[in-house]
C-alpha cells in the first residue's frame, strides 16, 4: 500500500504564502502522476494541481500564476508553493498520486491538510 503523508497547511492572512508538501512512502511502486485537490466546506472537491513524472503540469485557472507545483521523483515528494492567497483558497487540501504497484494500478489519497486563508 502506498502511503501520502501531507504537510504545510495552516493559517495566513490574505496576500501571504504557504508550501505544501506530500510524500509517498512503502514498498517499490512507481508514481506516474502526482496533485493535489481542494474541498471546501459545501463544495465539491476540485483539482488544484498535477504534474507528471516527466514533469508536465496541470493548473486550475483559479490558481494560475499563483500557484506552483514541484516534484522531486527521488523523493516522491510533491510540492504545492502557494502565493498571493485569497480568502477563497480555504480549503482542504488533499494529496493524491497514481501510479503502479507489483503491477496493479492504483491512486491513493493523503488525509488532508487545512489552509485557512483570513481576509
Known amino acids: 500500500q502506498v502511503q501520502l503523508v501531507e504537510s504545510g497547511g495552516g493559517l495566513v492572512q490574505a496576500g501571504g504564502s504557504l508550501r505544501l508538501s506530500c510524500a509517498a512512502s512503502?514498498?517499490?511502486?512507481?508514481?506516474?502522476?502526482m496533485g493535489w485537490h481542494r474541498q471546501a466546506p459545501g463544495k465539491q472537491r476540485e483539482l488544484v494541481a498535477a504534474i507528471t513524472d516527466g514533469g508536465s503540469t496541470n493548473y486550475a485557472d483559479s490558481v494560475k500564476g499563483r500557484f506552483t507545483i514541484s516534484r522531486d521523483n527521488a523523493k516522491n515528494t510533491v510540492y504545492l508553493q502557494m502565493n498571493s492567497l485569497k480568502p477563497e483558497d480555504t480549503a482542504a487540501y488533499y494529496c493524491?498520486?497514481?501510479?503502479?504497484?507489483?503491477?496493479?494500478?492504483?491512486?491513493?489519497w493523503g488525509q488532508g491538510t487545512q489552509v485557512t486563508v483570513s481576509s
Open positions: 512503502g514498498s517499490i511502486f512507481s508514481i506516474n502522476a
Open positions: 493524491y498520486a497514481d501510479g503502479v504497484k507489483a503491477g496493479i494500478h492504483f491512486y491513493s
